[in-house]
T-cell receptor, first 115, second 115 residues
Framework: GQQLNQSPQSMFIQEGEDVSMNCTSS?????WLWYKQEPGEGPVLLIA?????ELTSNGRLTAQFGITRKDSFLNISASIPSDVGIYFC???????????????FGKGTLLTVNP | DAGVIQSPRHEVTEMGQEVTLRCKPI?????LFWYRQTMMRGLELLIY????????DSGMPEDRFSAKMPNASFSTLKIQPSEPRDSAVYFC?????????????FGPGTRLTVL
């Protein structure tokens, strides 16, 4: 099956610092997604990327869909305490003529921000 | 919109007991997904439905697990009999359609503990 390698596994940073995390795969995906999960909650979508090479921003977050379609990164600039959580990448691929799809998730990056 | 609703939020049961987890997807969403999250394995897709029909159940661990979607607004995931290794957080997610830009919305999850 398809697997995603997400790194780093965890990060401990000071407020105001920039953060970078990435995902790589041996498989090609049609879409890359980045989610954030806070304690006791389900993952919440942050950014969706649909085309190879696409660079998309959402406030202080920036993500890119790798040219090879096998990787993606997420950057967070000027981190704040509420950025704390687990960040997941997910790759989506379509099958069955395009009407069906699956998401494969990375293992997550635990981000801790020290005020 | 109320978002994806799951119940119960927490379930503690003894080995051998039957467990039923419930999900109400976002109104109008055609796809419904069941995931399991553990520290060791991360987020894993168990099964998903399109228009109430199970499309892919290849992620269901074994025959002890079953899922149904009797109508567009309700789905259940049942474990019978439950085992300690089933302890995990189970998420339900829904999606409006199979279009390229559609994305999943997750519920808050059910934390299952099997003693």
């Amino acid at each position: 099956g398809q697997q995603l390698n997400q790194s780093p596994q965890s990060m401990f940073i000071q407020e105001g610092e920039d953060v970078s995390m990435n995902c790589t795969s041996s498989s090609i995906f049609n879409t890359w997604l980045w989610y954030k999960q806070e304690p006791g909650e389900g993952p919440v979508l942050l950014i969706a990327l649909y085309k190879a090479g696409e660079l998309t921003s959402n406030g202080r977050l920036t993500a890119q869909f790798g040219i090879t379609r096998k990787d993606s990164f997420l950057n967070i600039s000027a981190s704040i305490p509420s950025d704390v959580g687990i960040y997941f990448c997910a790759g989506r691929y379509f099958y069955g003529g395009g009407s069906n799809y699956k998401l494969t998730f990375g293992k997550g990056t635990l981000l801790t921000v020290n005020p | 919109d109320a978002g994806v609703i799951q119940s119960p939020r927490h379930e503690v049961t003894e080995m051998g007991q039957e467990v039923t987890l419930r999900c109400k997807p976002i109104s109008g969403h055609d796809y419904l997904f069941w995931y399991r999250q553990t520290m060791m394995r991360g987020l894993e897709l168990l099964i998903y439905f399109n228009n109430n029909v199970p499309i892919d159940d290849s992620g269901m661990p074994e025959d002890r697990f079953s899922a149904k979607m009797p109508n567009a607004s309700f789905s259940t995931l049942k474990i019978q009999p439950s085992e300690p290794r089933d302890s995990a957080v189970y998420f339900c997610a829904s999606n409006q359609g199979g279009r390229f830009t559609d994305t999943q919305y997750f519920g808050p999850g059910t934390r299952l503990t099997v003693l």
